[in-house]
């Protein structure tokens, strides 16, 4: 065993460039992937693709809302759990908050815009309450606790919308999905802000860093005193959280509330959250890593649609990634002398 | 006999179901002495230690730590009065580094605008310290890295490190020593015996007789739940034990 700790050391010292490149291709595929679709809109149709502000805002677009989804869900897989009904949740929070403020705004438009939103984070905070309950109390693997969630959040929310979508008119509310502060669109705006308070909370806080020991270590976890089960509530009510945080951008955007809103989205944002490195057996992820995942797959989604290449050709692409990610994680071990727990 | 002993335990029991798995256990441990459990499976000896570190109240008898009866509430209870348990593979996030392991649960922070920042460079500070005192050999680099890089006996280390930071008086381990090749068993004995000498009371579990008669000063046999026998390892010999630990 010393034995072959020691020959682990020697190829982890021998092999720096290599761990770098394993810890680095996420950030370097999302710049190779800049450089080709530079390339290729310049030598095709002779217009540049990044020198563009409307190509950048379309595309902090794009990732605003798998972005925000995977914010929370990073949390939760870190944890060693999965969150399947973010998207429904998202599209639930869409749905109430544009009919809170399909009542609310013959009364008062700006503070229909709160009550809506306040609504939405609320609505969500339901599912992923029970989310959490039946996960960390009555021990409902993750996987079904939310898979049969879903299937909850999507019927309440077309049962609520009524089976179409939720127009809403409110210039308050058209305002926050659709103006600019210094340029950033302000959806993009609020989805930093959450970026930066989910990356604070995960990299620099006792939440974080619990959450990467029950993922690494429940059972470790419980005997250190950490309360598991409250951490395991407060995960899901974070991914919800999230997902009502989306619904509300979502209706915003399209001054509309509909239930299928986030159904596309959930596979991206975890998507996003693996390709930022994160194992879907817990115990490693971070927040910039889902950052960049969620650009790859944005700048990809984009990038095709503004070569004109066939919209069906992203779900390849973005698939082959999320392939790659994982193979890439899974020979790490090998190339850096790091040891893996699932070998 | 030395002065007042650190734990005392009278007439432990303990049930599951209807099934006996512990039976009027008396055990006594001063400080600085080294007690070894050993039993066959199903003897009751990770029931005794659970008991002991807060995880099953018992059904009857009473514990008594420094000479006060404790009623134990829970794992975390039992390490604020310094009892400290090192399981056998779950002591440590495999996923984190050493300083992390080693205040995992009890992390200190800064205050950072006002936010509670945790306090990584401490942490990774106070790993070291800790491992010196008990002169283990890890490489610098490593400290960074997740303590699944390490081999086992430093991960035993570390986690024998965490139970001294926190000045644990009394220390209770689960098979300290399976699963470690002969060089990393050897430094565990070691570290076990710099804890004696440093007064920490140890409670430890074993299936290895070479390592119980290496270390302890005294033997505490198990047999399905009942006490079998109390051995000095000067008075006995691995025969007499093997037979109070199987009967007959």
Redesign the interface.
């Known amino acids: 065993?010393?034995a072959?700790?020691r020959v682990?050391?020697d190829e982890?010292g021998q092999h720096p460039a290599l761990a770098f490149l394993i810890r680095a291709w996420p950030w370097l595929f999302l710049i190779g992937l800049c450089v080709f679709f530079e390339s290729w809109s310049r030598a095709s149709y002779g217009v540049t693709f990044l020198g563009n502000t409307f190509n950048l805002q379309s595309i902090a677009l794009f990732a605003a809302f798998p972005l925000l989804l995977g914010l929370g869900q990073t949390f939760v897989i870190i944890a060693g759990g999965i969150d399947l009904s973010v998207g429904f949740v998202m599209g639930l929070a869409a749905v109430v908050m544009a009919r809170v403020m399909q009542y609310t705004t013959p009364v008062d438009p700006a503070l229909a815009l709160a009550l809506g939103i306040l609504a939405a984070i609320a609505i969500a905070m339901v599912p992923g309450w029970i989310n959490g309950t039946l996960i960390s109390r009555l021990r409902v693997p993750p996987f079904i606790g939310t898979l049969g969630m879903f299937g909850v959040a999507r019927g309440a929310g077309f049962l609520i919308a009524g089976g179409t979508t939720v127009p809403v008119n409110n210039p308050w509310l058209f305002a926050m999905g659709n103006e600019r502060l210094f340029g950033v669109p302000i959806p993009v705006a609020i989805t930093l802000l959450v970026v930066v308070a989910m990356h604070?909370t995960l990299a620099?806080?006792?939440f974080?860093?619990?959450t990467?020991?029950i993922?690494?270590?429940r059972?470790?976890?419980v005997?250190?005193?950490?309360n598991v089960r409250r951490h395991t509530l407060l995960l899901y009510m974070i991914s919800a959280g999230c997902a009502g945080i989306a619904g509300m951008i979502y209706t915003a955007r399209f001054s509309a509330g509909a239930a299928q809103a986030g159904e596309p989205i959930l596979l991206d944002s975890i998507a996003a959250v693996v390709i930022g490195g994160a194992s879907l057996f817990g115990?490693?992820g971070t927040i910039l890593g889902t950052l960049i995942g969620a650009l790859i797959i944005a700048v990809i989604q984009f990038g095709l649609v503004f070569i004109n290449v066939e919209p069906f050709w992203q779900f390849v692409a973005v698939g082959i990634v999320i392939i790659v990610s994982v193979l890439i994680d899974q020979s790490k071990g090998r190339l850096t002398g790091?040891?893996?727990?699932a070998e | 006999m030395p002065s007042e002993p650190i734990l005392r335990c009278e007439k432990l029991s303990k049930r599951f179901g209807g099934v006996h798995a512990l039976e009027n256990v008396d055990l006594v441990l001063h400080r600085g002495e080294v007690l070894a459990l050993a039993g066959d499976n199903g003897a009751g000896k990770s029931t005794l230690i659970k008991i002991i570190s807060g995880v099953h109240p018992p059904d009857d008898g009473a514990l008594f730590y420094k000479g006060e009866k404790l009623r134990l509430r829970n794992p975390r209870h039992a390490r604020e009065i310094g009892i400290e348990t090192i399981y056998q593979d779950l002591a440590l996030a495999d996923n984190l580094d050493v300083g992390a392991n080693v205040f995992l649960g009890r992390e200190p922070t800064k205050s950072f605008l006002g936010l509670q920042r945790l306090d990584r460079a401490r942490m990774r500070a106070v790993a070291h310290e800790v491992l010196d005192t008990l002169d283990i050999d890890i490489a610098r680099h490593k400290f960074v890295q997740p303590v699944r890089n390490l081999s086992g006996g430093q991960r035993q280390a570390v986690a024998i490190g965490r139970a001294i930071y926190w000045k644990a008086e009394l220390l209770i381990m689960d098979e300290p020593t399976a699963a470690l090749g002969v060089p990393e068993q050897r430094k565990v004995k070691e570290l076990i015996l710099r804890l004696k000498a440093q007064n920490v009371a140890v409670l430890f579990i074993s299936h290895n007789l070479v390592d119980i008669f290496d270390v302890a000063d005294r033997i505490l046999v198990l047999r399905r739940g009942i006490k079998a026998g109390e051995r000095r390892p000067s008075e006995t010999d691995h025969n007499e034990v093997v037979r109070l630990m199987i009967g007959g």
């Open positions: 065993m010393a072959a700790a682990a050391d982890g604070w620099q806080s006792k974080g860093q619990y990467y020991a993922g690494g270590n059972i470790a976890a005997r250190s005193g950490i115990g490693s790091e040891r893996k727990d």
